[in-house]
């Protein structure tokens, strides 16, 4: 069974930095891409980052370039580096994974992936 966990949320300043991390257990499909999406309060569920098996991101464009993608080569591990963070940046934010289809951020939000993890809190505050 697939399992994600999230972990490194917390709460930063303005202009603070996180680095979330998700822990993937049970995976074995033949391909994926991995991404994170994020939850706002009052807000619909945004993808945010991609990642495919050799290594290629994408990005939603409302990050400005702040955030960054990667995994360990194992591929058992996805973290987020948020930088620059914004108090918009507030939400919950999840690990996910796709078995098949085009790996990009806008495509990493139910229905359309396969596997999501519980969450990780972030709160941004000014």
């Known amino acids: 069974q697939v399992q994600l966990v999230e972990s490194g949320g917390g709460s930063v300043q303005s202009g603070g930095s996180l680095r979330l991390t998700c822990a993937i257990s049970?995976?074995?499909?033949?391909?994926?891409?991995m991404g994170w999406f994020r939850h706002a309060s009052g807000k619909e569920r945004e993808g945010i980052a991609a990642?495919?098996?050799?290594?290629?991101?994408d990005y939603a464009d409302s990050l400005k370039g702040r955030f960054t993608i990667s995994q360990e080569n194992d591929k058992n591990t996805l973290y987020l580096e948020m930088d620059s963070l914004e108090p918009e940046d507030t939400a919950f934010y999840y690990c996910?994974?796709?078995?098949?289809?085009?790996?990009?951020?806008?495509?990493?939000?139910?229905?359309?992936?396969?596997?999501w993890g519980r969450g990780t809190q972030v709160t941004v505050s000014s």
């Open positions: 049970g995976y074995r499909y033949s391909s994926r891409c």
């Open positions: 990642i495919d098996d050799g290594g290629s991101t």
């Open positions: 996910a994974a796709r078995i098949a289809g085009p790996c990009r951020a806008l495509s990493m939000i139910p229905p359309t992936i396969n596997y």
